[in-house]
């Protein structure tokens, strides 16, 4: 085998050998906490508005053990290879119940971002697990090699354990501006990432263009931007 087969070979095999390493159970006790989830989960898409495009990635894992309290969050940061590096794309983080027993936690995120980046997969996620007495992180592995293209920027967005529609946010954020006071101007333009939406305003001549952030909660907060 040269020199130039045997690099591409390890290309390739390489990734695996990483999820196979990192795609272990992580176990746990009641002297410890007696949380842990069982890994590894599974990717898959979602079709939220029901349009037959994909808006969503979504991701499952089973959390087990003798939990210490009654909720828990799962918090998810998906990367995406920028260059040579894992940078993050996505971030959300959602709240559940214990119910005493092994639960299916399921979080969400939203294509339409993943589309807006341009970024293909495979996708890398960490996962972090918080609650009672409980912080700690682990490896979930790589996603299949999804295309940006096959996301689509869809007016609903699952967030916090609900579906909102952005349209609305928009709708939200001008009466919340004219209730200010305040001349927002064009609409030039809005992201979704990490359980938030971003607005961006041109302003107009009198008043400053202006980023707008809305929580999942609905509470908003703004900053002038320079021209």
């Known amino acids: ?17 990483l999820g196979i390493l990192f795609l272990h159970p992580v176990t746990g006790s009641p002297e410890d906490g007696g949380i842990y989830m069982a890994l590894p989960g599974r990717f898959f898409l979602v079709d939220a508005d029901e349009n037959r495009i994909p ?20 918090c998810g940061e998906l990367q995406a290879m920028v260059g040579r590096k894992w940078q993050t794309v996505a ?10 027993e092994p639960v299916e936690a399921v979080i969400y995120f939203y294509g339409g971002e ?8 495979p996708f890398r996620l960490q996962l972090q697990l918080k609650g009672v007495n409980v912080e700690q992180q682990e490896f979930a592995g790589f996603s299949p090699s999804y295309q940006y293209r096959s996301f689509e ?12 529609r952005t349209s609305e946010v928009v709708a939200g954020v001008e009466q919340w501006a004219k209730r200010n006071g305040m001349v927002l101007g064009d609409l030039e ?24 952030w809305v929580e999942s909660g609905g509470e908003i907060s703004w900053v002038e931007k320079i021209r």
């Not at 993943?114 to 997969?121: D, P």
């Not at 809005?190 to 302003?203: C, E, H, K």
């Open 1 to 17: 085998m040269n020199r130039k087969r045997f690099a591409r070979y390890l290309i390739l095999f390489f990734p695996v050998v």
């Open 55 to 74: 808006d969503h990635l979504g991701f499952s894992v089973w959390v087990n053990g003798e939990y210490a309290g009654d909720k828990f969050w799962l």
């Open 91 to 100: 971030y959300t983080a959602k709240e559940f119940s214990w119910p005493g």
């Open 114 to 121: 993943i589309k807006r980046l341009k970024q293909n997969g």
């Open 153 to 164: 920027r869809s007016d609903l967005v699952l967030t916090g354990g609900k579906a909102v």
């Open 189 to 212: 333009e809005i992201t979704f990432s990490f359980d938030r939406w971003r607005l961006d305003f041109a302003g107009t001549r009198r008043e400053p263009p202006r980023r707008v």
